[in-house]
C-alpha cells in the first residue's frame, strides 16, 4: 500500500509528543524536523513539504495549543488538519452537468492507466450513481486502446463508441456526444490519447477535444508510482487545459505516494478518485481526511 512508510514515520514521530502534558516551542519544533524530513523521504514535493511545516507550526506554536490541556494531542490535531487540508480538505465529488450528459475528459500520459480507469468510473457511476454511461475509444494511437475499451464494455455490458482507428479523435468525440444525446446517456467518458511525454500535438488535440465537448470534467490520470516527474505533468496539463480534478492510480502499489500528496497542491484542483488496483471496481473516492487519518494512525 502505498504512503506506508510515510505512516511508519509520521507515527513514530509523533507518538513521542502524543502523551506529554506541556510543549514547548522547542517540542513543536523538533517534531516538525522530524515531519518534515518524514515527508520529504515520502518524495513530497519540497515546496510543499515547506509551505506545511510553516502553517503547523504557525498554528502549533500558537497559545491555544501550549495552553490546553492536551498540549500533545493539540498538536497531533493541527497535524491531521493540516494534513486533511494538504490532500483536498473537504473530498470532492464528480461533477453533474445541468443539461445531460455529462462529457468527462480523461487525460494523462501513456500507461497512466486512463483506459483502465475509464471503464472503472463508468462501472462506479452505474453502480453508486445509477448512471448510464457511454464510453467513447478515442485513444487512436496506442494500438490495444480501443480494443481494450471495447473488452471492459463487454465484460461491464456497458456500451463503448468507437469509429475505428482511422477517424481523427476530435470527430469521433463530437460523434460520440451527439449519439450520446440521442440515446439519453447521462455520462460521456471520453478515453483520450496519451504519449509517453507531454507534447504539443497532444495537447493540441486535446485542446480540440475540450472544445467541441465542453465537457464538465477533465481528469488528469496520474500513475503514483512516477514520482516526482507526476507533478510535473500534472503542472503541464493543468497549465495547457486546465484540468478539474486528478484520479491517482497504481496506490495499491509499494509507491511511497509524496508525489501524489503533492500534486493537489501543486494544481490546485482536488484528487477525486483513488485506483487501488488492476480489477474493475477497484476504484475509491478520494477522501483526504480519511487518507490523512489513516496516515497518521
Ligand atoms: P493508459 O495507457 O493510460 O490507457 O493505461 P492503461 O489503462 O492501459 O493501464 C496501464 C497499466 O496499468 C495496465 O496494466 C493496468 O492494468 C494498470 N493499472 C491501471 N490502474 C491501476 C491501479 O490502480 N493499480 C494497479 N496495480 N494497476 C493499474
Do not use: C, W
Not at 511508519?8 to 515531519?35: A, C, F, N, P, Y
Not at 509551505?51 to 491531521?80: C, H, M, W, Y
Not at 485513444?139 to 468507437?162: H, N
Amino acid at each position: 500500500m502505498a504512503f506506508e512508510g510515510l505512516a511508519e514515520r509520521l507515527q513514530g514521530t509523533l507518538k513521542k509528543i502524543r502523551g506529554k502534558g506541556k510543549v514547548s516551542e522547542q517540542d513543536v519544533k523538533e517534531m516538525m524536523r522530524e515531519v518534515r524530513l518524514a515527508l520529504l523521504e515520502a518524495d513530497v514535493n519540497f515546496k510543499v513539504v515547506k509551505k506545511f511545516i510553516a502553517d503547523v507550526k504557525e498554528r502549533a506554536i500558537g497559545q491555544e495549543v501550549l495552553d490546553s490541556l492536551t498540549p500533545g494531542q493539540q498538536v497531533i490535531k493541527v497535524v491531521n488538519e493540516e494534513l486533511t487540508k494538504l490532500m483536498g480538505g473537504e473530498q470532492s465529488k464528480i461533477a453533474v452537468a445541468q443539461k445531460p450528459p455529462t462529457v468527462v475528459m480523461m487525460v494523462g500520459l501513456q500507461g497512466a492507466g486512463k483506459t483502465t480507469t475509464t471503464g472503472k468510473l463508468a462501472n462506479h457511476l452505474r453502480k453508486k450513481h445509477n448512471r448510464n454511461p457511454l464510453m467513447v475509444a478515442a485513444d487512436i494511437y496506442r494500438p490495444a486502446a480501443i480494443k481494450q475499451l471495447e473488452t471492459l464494455g463487454k465484460q461491464l455490458d456497458m456500451p463503448v463508441f468507437s469509429l475505428g482507428d482511422q477517424v481523427s479523435p476530435v470527430e469521433i468525440a463530437k460523434q460520440a456526444l451527439a449519439k450520446a444525446k440521442e440515446e439519453h446517456h447521462d455520462y460521456v467518458l471520453i478515453d483520450t490519447a496519451g504519449r509517453l511525454h507531454v507534447d504539443e500535438e497532444l495537447m493540441g488535440e486535446l485542446d480540440e477535444i475540450k472544445e467541441v465537448t465542453s465537457p464538465e470534467e477533465i481528469l488528469l490520470v496520474v500513475d503514483a508510482m512516477t514520482g516526482q516527474d507526476a507533478v510535473n505533468v500534472a503542472q503541464s496539463f493543468n497549465e495547457r487545459l486546465g484540468i478539474s480534478g486528478v484520479v491517482l492510480t497504481k496506490l495499491d502499489g509499494d509507491t511511497r505516494g509524496g508525489a501524489a500528496i503533492s500534486v493537489k497542491s501543486v494544481t490546485d484542483t482536488p484528487i477525486k478518485f483513488a485506483g487501488m488496483g488492476e480489477k474493475i471496481d477497484a476504484l475509491e473516492p478520494f477522501h483526504p481526511e480519511r487518507m490523512a487519518s489513516r496516515i497518521l494512525g
